[in-house]
T-cell receptor, first 114, second 116 residues
Framework: DTAVSQTPKYLVTQMGNDKSIKCEQN?????MYWYKQDSKKFLKIMFS???????INETVPNRFSPKSPDKAHLNLHINSLELGDSAVYFC?????????????FGEGSRLTVL | AQTVTQSQPEMSVQEAETVTLSCTYD???????LFWYKQPPSRQMILVIR??????QNATENRFSVNFQKAAKSFSLKISDSQLGDAAMYFC?????????????FGQGTILTVHP
């Protein structure tokens, strides 16, 4: 069983469209994250949820809206897609709070905006 | 804000040889964790090794070990007996410490090529 799964893995869409990426983890973790990896492979945190509560919200355009229906799921909705949104989006999860261990990453969702 | 520097954009090593990837970081926290992740062409981010900043002993995981110098804020990764499957992009990532849940700051990455 995949520990952290994301769908879709690939997404090609037109500028201006709205799209969503879904993430589910079966590890029983209480914290989930979205990270963005740009074309230069630079990885940066976007959001984090702990038990469905938003705890990290980096400087991200408000076109990006995370939603966590329960602690096993964290979805990312993007409105009015722009060319610069093309990237690989990684979902991750971890157990516990501060100074804890590793993040478990999904396989990433490659978003291409044309 | 944390900064992380991986000064080697690319490194190469012969199979069975040893290679060291460097990483320096800046943090105001005294207690934090540091990680090395690898990202093979499959894109999956895989944890290689973890170090707790309050522990003086360097972490070791099979062929992977770190040289952690807290005062110098240096965290290098040594890969011994390199294998073809070690070829990947390697990222150094300290976490923010305090109450920042899993907020990792990633370095720019080092592409490791392993020659047979």
């Amino acid at each position: 069983d995949t520990a952290v799964s994301q769908t879709p893995k690939y997404l090609v869409t037109q500028m201006g469209n709205d799209k969503s990426i879904k993430c589910e983890q079966n590890l029983g973790h209480d914290t989930m994250y979205w990270y963005k990896q740009d074309s230069k492979k630079f990885l940066k945190i976007m959001f984090s949820y702990n038990n469905k509560e938003l705890i990290i919200n980096e400087t991200v355009p408000n076109r990006f809206s995370p939603k966590s229906p329960d602690k096993a799921h964290l979805n990312l909705h993007i409105n009015s897609l722009e060319l610069g949104d093309s990237a690989v989006y990684f979902c991750a999860s971890s157990q516990g709070t501060a100074n804890t261990g590793e993040l478990f990453f999904g396989e990433g969702s490659r978003l291409t905006v044309l | 804000a944390q900064t992380v520097t991986q000064s080697q954009p690319e490194m190469s090593v012969q199979e069975a040889e040893t290679v060291t990837l460097s990483c320096t970081y800046d943090t105001s926290e005294s207690d934090y964790y540091l990680f090395w992740y690898k990202q093979p062409p499959s894109r999956q981010m895989i944890l290689v090794i973890r170090q707790e900043a309050y522990k003086q002993q360097n972490a070791t995981e099979n062929r992977f070990s770190v040289n952690f110098q807290k005062a110098a804020k240096s965290f290098s990764l040594k890969i011994s007996d390199s294998q073809l499957g070690d070829a990947a992009m390697y990222f150094c990532a300290p976490n923010a410490g305090g109450t920042s849940y899993g907020k990792l700051t990633f370095g720019q990455g080092t592409i490791l090529t392993v020659h047979p």
